[in-house]
């Protein structure tokens, strides 16, 4: 079965700064799908970005971008010039091509904390 | 568009009550469904999806079960609450295989 891993359960960072969230996975599958959602206050599950296994390019979401290891089993997000808004928990979620129900199975999280 | 809706946002519930969670998605049809738990500061843990009217799926043994009426109605259902069934329960659903998780605004469950 698949993992996904977040080695950090907290990150902090400055506002206006960058910070760098990490994660990893397990499969034994070429083709898949990855996500990053935020996790506000308010609980509220919001999607932050996506991307396909077979693109090797990274995907960008305005001052969100990820770098994407495939042969690493690798998928950090970047954020710029962080905002106080970005203050949340963070999870990395994977989704086999072949899963019966398309299933995402999700990281731990990682609470960023942004300082003013 | 599609919106997804989840009620009642809180509840508290002794122990040994019945518990109904309901969730219902609309502007879409045969959509994939799915309850997840989520224990205080901690990550998501998959209970039930279902693929179709009728058939549901169990990810861990438990207190709890699930079921779907309709094709854009799932509920979360127990007989007895345990003080262990306390925590925040989302609901979510997807169509395609390249989609994300959309998901509702969540039940905070205290079982007291």
């Known amino acids: 079965a698949q993992t996904v891993t977040q080695s950090q359960p907290e990150m902090s960072v400055q506002e206006a700064e960058t910070v760098t969230l990490s994660c990893t996975y397990d499969?034994?599958?070429?083709?898949?799908?990855l996500f990053w959602y935020k996790q506000p206050p308010s609980r509220q599950m919001i999607l932050v970005i996506r991307q396909e296994a077979y693109k090797q390019q990274n995907a960008t979401e305005n001052r969100f971008s990820v770098n994407f290891q495939k042969a690493a089993k690798s998928f950090s997000l970047k954020i710029s010039d962080s905002q106080l808004g970005d203050a949340a928990m963070y999870f990395c979620?994977?989704?086999?091509?072949?899963?019966?129900?398309?299933?995402?199975?999700f990281g731990a999280g990682t609470i960023l904390r942004v300082k003013s | 568009s599609q919106t997804i809706h989840q009620w009642p946002a809180t509840l508290v519930q002794p122990v040994g009550s019945p518990l109904s969670l309901e969730c219902t998605v609309e502007g879409t049809s045969n959509p994939n469904l799915y309850w997840y738990r989520q224990a205080a500061g901690r990550g998501l843990q998959l209970l039930f999806y279902?693929?179709?009217?009728?058939?549901i799926s169990s990810e861990v043994p438990q207190n709890l079960s699930a079921s779907r009426p309709q094709d854009r109605q799932f509920i979360l259902s127990s007989k007895k609450l345990l003080l262990s069934d306390s925590g925040f329960y989302l609901c979510?659903?997807?169509?395609?295989?390249?989609?994300?998780?959309?998901f509702g605004n969540g039940t905070r469950l205290t079982v007291t």
């Open positions: 499969t034994s599958e070429s083709d898949y799908y």
């Open positions: 979510a659903w997807t169509q395609q295989l390249n989609s994300p998780l959309h």
């Open positions: 979620a994977y989704r086999s091509p072949v899963s019966y129900g398309n299933k995402l199975v």
């Open positions: 279902s693929v179709g009217i009728g058939q």
